[in-house]
């Protein structure tokens, strides 16, 4: 097994800063606002994006716990690979991917594991870096830069049709935190600064948060051409009702 961890300590120090701080602060309140609906047995998160608490201690379930790729720390649940999950299939009753995918080379293999251990009608929340937005001119911004590491960026519109793909309803899209990627601000993120940047300018936002919802395909049974009731004739008589038996053997 690789015990390489999910997201690398350079990350992880960057989180620290004062960006990276105001940052988790935002996304712990939209994870808080995604999980109000949530409810359930088991919430599962994969990856430590902050520590154990920052996003679990918002869940409405009955139980939590987290994954990572190695020890990463206190809270840690179980070690294991994100894209072959140590989880039963259909046991867990909504899924958290905090940049999970903006770190990975196998997001396609993430959300299939995800989908097979979600229950019917279980949820996904997914919180992601925009490619645009301020952030997507960060080459031309001395000192501007993202994480370390998160060179994996997939878009929201594309998530959307990934997931859509995997017969996910889509619940909400959120576009959050507008801030310049500089490593370093004067204070914390206004709540009236982000409800503006959300309803004026959600294009220039920094991340986005996807929620969707496991479908569970009902079959509905079609009939045969040759089993349609014939057409009535008139001047015919009325088919027989009787139907043979056939007996085999």
Known sequence: MDHTCHFPDSASRWLTSSLGDALLAEESRVVEEAFDGIFGEQCLQLGLWGDAKTFLRHTRTQRCALIDECDAGEGLSAIGQLHRLPVATDSIDCVLLPHTL????????????????????????????????????????????????????????????????????????????????????????????????????????????????????????????????????????????????????
């Open 102 to 249: 903006d770190y990975s080379h196998r997001a396609h293999a993430i959300l299939r594991e995800v989908d097979r251990v979600l229950t019917a009608h279980g949820h996904i929340v997914i919180l992601g870096f925009k490619p645009g937005g301020l952030w997507g001119i960060r080459r031309l911004i001395p000192g501007a830069a993202l994480p370390p590491g998160a060179d994996h960026l997939v878009s929201d519109r594309r998530l959307k049709d990934w997931l859509k793909l995997l017969d996910f309803r889509i619940h909400g899209s959120t576009r959050y935190f507008f801030h310049w990627p500089l490593p370093s601000i004067r204070r914390g993120v206004s709540p009236r600064w982000e409800q503006r940047g959300r309803r004026w300018w959600p294009e220039l936002a920094a991340c986005y948060m996807l929620t969707a919802q496991k479908r569970v395909s009902t079959l509905t049974p079609v009939r045969p051409v040759w089993r349609r009731n014939p057409k009535v004739v008139a001047g015919l008589a009325e088919p027989t009702t009787r139907v043979s038996r056939i007996r085999f053997g």
